[in-house]
């Protein structure tokens, strides 16, 4: 039987949502200064603010227990160039004192706006739900745990969009891990853009969303990440009619992500990339929302009831990626992505063990029954699977009875031709 890893390798199979490059030199001491000066540097000079402006960008920020992290992002938002902002907080029932905060932040700066959930609704109504509520002509998103390193990013965003009448911007970011206890860094990495011909141009139908599904080979020119991206506010109510109330209404804590990109890609006209970095995303933030997803002890789930969550919104997430693309053949290469993405040996044996197992399997049945699927993409998903069921788990005899029907469904055709 051919494997997975043969497959991938004999067929140069290849996926990445964007550029992915470790820094170091002077790039690095920079980026280092930046997030300090945040950390660290004087409260910004906020006494210029027009209140009385209609904000250029609405920010929104989730927020669920992240108390220690408020300063750190309210202040990155203060040294923004721009100033003509609504800094919409959405506290998701948080048990700690993160309302509270919010609350004695807004009496400095009256631009901060709180919208207090009444129950815990997750990560996707957060953001769409705070959205829909913003008053500015854009929108942007960004975890309380991130902060911005570029002042004039915002600034930058808002001059392309209105200039060029965007629906969508992206720009680079800065990614990596820090020790808060310690202040040390454990790394930084650059997202960016291969092809720097991409950046600083408008891009238009159907080159928007095939730069997102890979169908061109631009496979990094718009990125599956929600916080590196500039909405327009018209495409808000778009993306979150084209999601549908009744899914973003759900309650999901992980991998919401694509699916607000794929929203945005799909109804944007207008779309620019822009060659600056302007954020600090930060990983491994322990008490936030995506904590723990692929952790084991031995062959056990180190946290099973929250793994479980999480994969089921994430197997949810991409379920409904399928459904939302299923007339769309140039989306072929977006959809493999996700077997490609799970199949790590870590990640499989962390699905074996959930109760998701079976709708992870049934995502590489829908390709090979998906109508659109070319011969490559039919072999990829029947390689997956048939490599993923050789796990010892009770599923196997089952799924493979179903490939042996497959096959010999295909037989009985190809003789009576």
């Not at 990094?220 to 999601?243: E, F, N, R, T, W």
Request: glycine share 4%; with cysteine.
């Amino acid at each position: 039987m051919t494997t997975y890893k043969k497959f991938l390798v004999d067929n140069q199979f290849h996926i990445s949502y964007s550029s992915l490059i470790k820094i170091n030199g002077d790039l690095e001491n920079t980026v280092k200064k930046a997030v300090s000066i945040v950390l660290f540097g004087p409260n910004p000079d906020i006494a210029q603010i027009d209140l009385n402006a209609t904000p250029k960008i609405s920010i929104i920020i989730p927020v669920y227990n992240g108390e220690k992290y408020l300063i750190n992002v309210i202040k990155s938002i203060q040294y923004q160039t721009l100033k003509e902002l609504e800094i919409i907080f959405i506290d998701d029932k948080s048990t700690d004192n993160s309302a509270e905060r919010i609350l004695n932040f807004q009496k400095i700066d009256p631009r901060i706006k709180l919208i207090k959930n009444n129950k815990n609704r997750g990560i996707l109504y957060n953001r769409i739900y705070g959205a829909l509520q913003a008053r500015g002509e854009y929108i942007t998103f960004i975890d309380v745990d991130d902060m911005y390193i570029n002042p004039e990013i915002l600034e930058l965003a808002y001059i392309q969009c209105y200039k060029n009448n965007l629906d969508l911007l992206e720009y680079d970011y800065f990614g990596g891990r820090f020790d808060l206890e310690k202040n040390e860094y454990i790394d930084i990495y650059l997202f960016s853009v291969k092809d720097k011909s991409l950046t600083n141009k408008i891009f238009y139908q159907p080159d928007i969303k095939d730069g997102f599904f890979y169908s061109n080979k631009r496979e990094d020119l718009v990125s599956g990440i929600v916080y590196d991206k500039v909405y327009s506010k018209k495409q808000i109510k778009k993306m979150a009619d084209y999601i549908g109330e009744d899914f973003w209404n759900q309650h999901f804590i992980y991998m919401e992500d694509f699916i607000i990109a794929l929203a945005a890609v799909r109804n944007a006209e207008r779309f620019m990339r822009l060659s600056f970095a302007g954020l600090y995303h930060w990983y491994e933030n322990p008490e936030g929302m995506t904590k723990g997803v692929f952790d084991m002890e031995g062959n056990k789930l180190k946290y099973p009831e929250m793994t479980n969550k999480k994969l089921g919104d994430y197997i949810s997430m991409w379920e409904r990626a399928f459904d939302l693309t299923e007339n769309e053949p140039e989306s072929e290469h977006f959809r493999l992505s996700l077997l490609y993405l799970l199949k790590e040996p870590d990640k499989t044996n962390v699905f074996a063990n959930t109760i998701h197992f079976e709708r992870f399997i049934n995502l590489a049945k829908r390709m090979l029954e998906w109508k659109h699927s070319s011969e490559f993409a039919k072999s990829f998903a029947k390689v997956f699977a048939l490599d993923t069921i050789s796990y010892e788990i009770p599923l196997k005899d089952k799924y493979q009875e179903f490939y042996v029907q497959s096959e010999s469904k295909k037989n009985k055709k190809r003789k009576k031709k």
